[in-house]
């Protein structure tokens, strides 16, 4: 059974820099592309990164380019998501999740495992 456990989550004051993890667990964690998302209060849950299966391959939503980075440690099987210059439309719940289908390019709609969601919270 695929598990995700994040962590990191917490109170930041903007322009501050906070780094998520989420640990996998349940099966090869290498062979499977990694994606974070947020949800923020009133609004639908919204892709932040993704990173594929090696780490070769990375993609950002606009909001957060240049200011959030995802990485990853097969090693570990675990994936970060490091946050810089945090704005206060960044607060959101941050969820980690997993496509069910191994390699390739999954579309987020594709994402089927999700973790539990750490919070994310900027203040002025």
């Known amino acids: 059974q695929v598990q995700l456990v994040e962590s990191g989550g917490g109170l930041v004051q903007a322009g501050g820099s906070l780094r998520l993890s989420c640990a996998a667990s349940?099966?090869?964690?290498?062979?499977?592309?990694m994606g974070w998302f947020r949800q923020a209060p009133g609004k639908e849950r919204e892709i932040v990164a993704a990173?594929?299966?090696?780490?070769?391959?990375?993609y950002y939503a606009d909001s957060v380019k240049g200011r959030f980075t995802i990485s990853r440690d097969n090693a570990k099987s675990t994936v970060y998501l490091q946050m810089n210059s945090l704005k206060l439309e960044d607060t959101a719940i941050y969820y980690c999740?997993?496509?069910?289908?191994?390699?390739?390019?999954?579309?987020?709609?594709?994402?089927?495992?999700w973790g539990q969601g750490t919070q994310l919270t900027v203040a002025s």
């Open positions: 999740a997993a496509p069910r289908k191994p390699y390739g390019l999954q579309p987020p709609t594709e994402y089927d495992y």
């Open positions: 349940g099966r090869t964690f290498s062979m499977y592309n």
């Open positions: 990173i594929s299966w090696n780490g070769d391959n990375t």
